[in-house]
């Protein structure tokens, strides 16, 4: 009963807290900001929009074609039409019920093109430990080019620069310690978490022993940049936005994605985050709402229309199974 609750209530709260955010936004705005921002909204240059929706499209494309490529030594290679149709239906699931899409995608590929679960989950979980990496990488990138900018924001909210030094060491410290500790530790639930970290290790530094390693780097370089390429293409929607510089625009990109982790797909917070981000560089609260409500409808909107689709044609497909 307690565990049904649990899961009951990790569903649900990223739903409900998405909501409250869009209705708290909606009422933190005044009626003359509100009509304002649906103007942008109605009158975004559909060319653009299309654009990063087409971008969108293709990095599905790029992530299904390198999933074959961690399939392929596990003796595997399913139909790129099948992935396709898989990734496009677990992103949709996501928006239901967070990180149902990947179980969802192992399972579909499990009985679509007979790979075994555990294996194709492993793979999935490879991916994703690329893709932090990708996005820590970007974080580092960030910072680097907008220093003055980003600690300028964090000591105006109340953090200077020694604090934050003070933090990052002592992580640092702490993350030195617990790896110490978990090496040399016998504890049984702490090897499993030693096991599990060396397993996802291994999963990551095998991509350099695969056969088509350059081209599994080159398809996940070529997905973040259409992630930030998609982002991007959108500053030409709004006028305020479109002086913004890449460097600029990624303070922005780096505070969205992580949005799109706290709420489904990042219902509510992901405008609100990425207007905050665009207030630094003094873009108003019009125009950076108005940015990150474009950015968000026209991508998820994306994955609801494909995703349905892909949903009911890839049964169609695989009658046979």
């Known amino acids: 009963m307690k565990k049904s609750l649990k899961k009951t209530l990790k569903t649900v709260f990223p739903i409900g807290l998405g ?4 209705w708290y936004s909606y009422n933190a705005t005044s009626e003359e900001d509100r009509a304002q921002i649906i103007f942008y909204i109605k009158e975004a240059d559909l060319f653009w929009v299309g654009i990063s929706v087409l971008m969108g499209i293709l990095s599905h494309v790029s992530r299904a074609i390198r ?5 392929e030594p596990l ?10 149709f898989i990734i496009l ?5 996501n928006l239901g019920i967070p990180r149902s899409g990947e179980i969802l995608r192992a399972t579909a590929l499990s009985t679509y093109e007979n790979v075994p679960f555990e294996k194709g989950f492993g793979t999935i979980v490879t991916e994703r430990v690329v893709d932090l990496i990708m996005l820590l990488s970007i974080i580092a990138i960030t910072f680097f080019l907008q220093t003055d900018i980003i600690l300028a924001f964090f000591e105006e909210k109340g ?5 934050l030094l003070l933090i990052l060491g002592a992580g640092i410290i702490l993350a030195g310690l617990a790896f110490l500790f978990l090496k040399k530790s016998s504890n049984p639930f702490l090897l499993k978490i030693k096991n599990f970290g060396l397993g ?12 088509h390693k350059w081209a599994f780097i080159f398809h996940t370089l070529f997905i973040w940049f259409i992630y930030i390429s998609m982002f991007w293409v959108i500053k030409f929607t709004v006028p305020e936005t479109i002086t913004l510089t890449i460097s600029q625009l990624l303070v922005a990109f780096v505070f969205g994605a992580f949005a799109m982790t706290a709420t489904n797909g990042g219902i509510g917070l992901y405008p609100i985050v990425v207007s905050s981000a665009l207030a630094i560089f003094g873009i108003s609260s019009v125009s950076g709402d108005a940015f990150g409500w474009i950015m968000w409808i026209s991508q998820t ?10 949903f009911l044609v890839l049964p169609l497909l695989n009658r046979n199974k």
């Open 19 to 22: 909501v409250f955010l869009v």
């Open 67 to 71: 999933w074959n490529y961690l399939l």
């Open 75 to 84: 003796g595997y290679k399913p139909k790129i039409a099948n992935n396709i």
């Open 89 to 93: 239906t677990s992103y949709f699931a």
């Open 159 to 163: 953090f200077n620069l020694n604090k």
């Open 200 to 211: 996802l290790l291994q999963g990551v530094t095998s991509i350099f022993k695969m056969k």
């Open 301 to 310: 909107l994306m994955v609801v229309v494909f995703g349905a689709i892909s």
